[in-house]
């Protein structure tokens, strides 16, 4: 069974940091782009960042760039976000994702749910003093 799932998410301080994961079960992760999106309370989920299969493409919205990392361990099939700096605006649900269909994400495609055909549960982010 296809199964992702997140975990990671605690309360923490503003300017403090979480590493999230996302572990892939019944599938091989490596074939596969891996994306991570957010959902705030009132809000539409976002996509925040999007790695390759072998890491060398990453994506990140301008909200997350240069305070959150993406990064992947194939051989533990786990994809990672490393959140630093962090905002009481990144307080949100956050979820992984993966196209099953095995399409590579170019341009902006890897921003919309629509690219992405399984999910995981999600792990919730608090950022509050």
């Known amino acids: 069974q296809v199964q992702l799932v997140e975990s990671g998410g605690d309360l923490v301080q503003p300017g403090g940091s979480l590493r999230l994961s996302c572990t892939a079960y019944g599938f091989t992760l490596d074939n596969y782009f891996i994306g991570w999106f957010r959902q705030a309370p009132g809000r539409s989920r976002e996509g925040i960042s999007c790695?390759?299969?072998?890491?060398?493409?990453?994506y990140y919205s301008d909200s997350v760039k240069g305070r959150f990392i993406i990064s992947r361990d194939n051989a533990k099939h786990t994809v990672y976000l490393q959140m630093n700096r962090l905002k009481p605006e990144d307080t949100a649900l956050y979820y992984c994702?993966?196209?099953?269909?095995?399409?590579?994400?170019?341009?902006?495609?890897?921003?919309?749910?629509?690219?992405?055909?399984?999910w995981g549960q999600g792990t919730q982010v608090t950022v509050s003093s």
């Open positions: 994702a993966v196209d099953l269909r095995g399409r590579p994400k170019f341009g902006s495609s890897w921003y919309f749910r629509y690219e992405y055909t399984d």
């Open positions: 790695i390759g299969t072998s890491s060398d493409i990453s």
